[in-house]
């Protein structure tokens, strides 16, 4: 993908993140979330690209903005786009560690239209990428990871969504020796945290919602990390739009380049809260963004100052 695509993708999440930012510890997620949305919106309708929204705030009728199958851009490269312009507004709106503003591009017919229902996944970084498997039991895995680590299993952190639908696998886990790190929201920070030294998690497991999870699949395959995912459907309406969206075996295994089909992807996150993964934007000026590259297999962390106006105001 084209540098200076990249870094306008980059300009696209850092004016998100700080719309949402305004909104930090008001307890306001809906109106957070509508502020980096249309902010997002904005920021992409100004590039020289022909983009297609896939994963998005959701069908046109339920979402004026960023629609799944909406065309955003002047012109130009044709790509796909998935974006979660508030990944994790409840963390937004209490101001809690790790909510960001992500988007994930690549060449157009390339991500997949997830649908808007859940989806069981694990994930580990590249070191680990081949000891995964969705259908072993969660102890199986556990092991598997740490023998691919080469660290004990009781070292072994593994990542789950604090939802009750995940309980048994977490009781798996603990039973197997490893310890559990809950997190509230933002189970694409969750996976992608494995394949970064210094966050102290080792692997994802649980369900959470399918369209993150190409969001999520993207970043792996930029850095060769696994990830594998099974849709869960919650009602017969579900299963019937991803007969027609999906265009592959619904109820197979999804591994990783089921979800994103090129080696052009990339993947772009910036901190509205701080965390330890990302910065976030309480200063007003200054901006924490990762970005992950499929060209280069390479991780970046980059920090973005802009200068106020003479007002103390100041643009992207």
């Not at 937004?92 to 808007?116: E, F, H, K, M, T």
């Not at 694990?122 to 023998?147: K, L, M, W």
């Not at 990830?227 to 265009?247: C, I, M, P, Y």
């Not at 996150?269 to 924490?288: H, K, Y």
Request: proline share 3%; charged share 25%.
């Amino acid at each position: 993908m084209d540098s200076r695509l990249i870094q306008d993708m980059l300009g696209v999440t850092e004016a998100a993140a700080f719309a949402a930012g305004q909104w930090v510890g008001k307890g306001e997620k809906k109106t957070a979330d509508g502020a980096a949305v249309a902010a997002m919106r904005e920021a992409l309708n100004r590039l020289p690209i022909s983009g297609r929204v896939v994963i998005g705030e959701g069908e046109r009728d339920e979402a004026p903005m960023l629609f799944i199958g909406e065309e955003v851009g002047t012109g130009g490269t044709e790509i796909d786009i998935a974006v979660d312009p508030v990944e994790g507004t409840n963390m937004c709106a209490y101001a809690q560690p790790n909510s960001i503003a992500v988007l994930a591009i690549a060449p157009r017919g390339s991500l997949l239209y997830a649908p808007d229902t859940y989806m069981h996944k694990i994930a580990a970084g590249p070191a680990a990428r081949d000891a995964i498997d969705i259908d072993a039991e969660p102890g199986v895995n556990v092991r598997n990871v740490a023998d691919a680590l080469g660290k004990p299993v009781q070292d072994m952190v593994v990542c789950f969504l604090d939802r009750e639908r995940n309980a048994d696998k977490i009781a798996a886990v603990r039973a197997a020796g490893a310890r559990v790190r809950l997190i509230g929201d933002g189970d694409v920070f969750g996976v992608i945290s494995t394949a970064i030294e210094g966050t102290g998690v080792d692997l994802y497991m649980g369900s959470g919602a399918a369209p993150e999870g190409v969001l999520a699949a993207t970043a792996m395959r930029c850095v060769d990390g696994g990830f594998q995912g099974r849709f869960l459907f919650r009602n017969d309406s579900e299963r019937e739009r991803a007969l027609k969206t999906a265009g592959l075996d619904i109820d197979g295994v999804l591994r990783r380049d089921d979800l994103v089909r090129s080696d052009e992807a990339v993947f772009v996150a910036t901190g509205i809260t701080s965390g330890e993964l990302l910065g976030g934007v309480e200063s007003g000026d200054r901006a924490s963004s990762v970005v992950f590259d499929c060209q280069t297999r390479s991780i970046r962390f980059i920090e973005t100052i802009y200068r106020r106006a003479g007002d103390g105001s100041f643009t992207l």
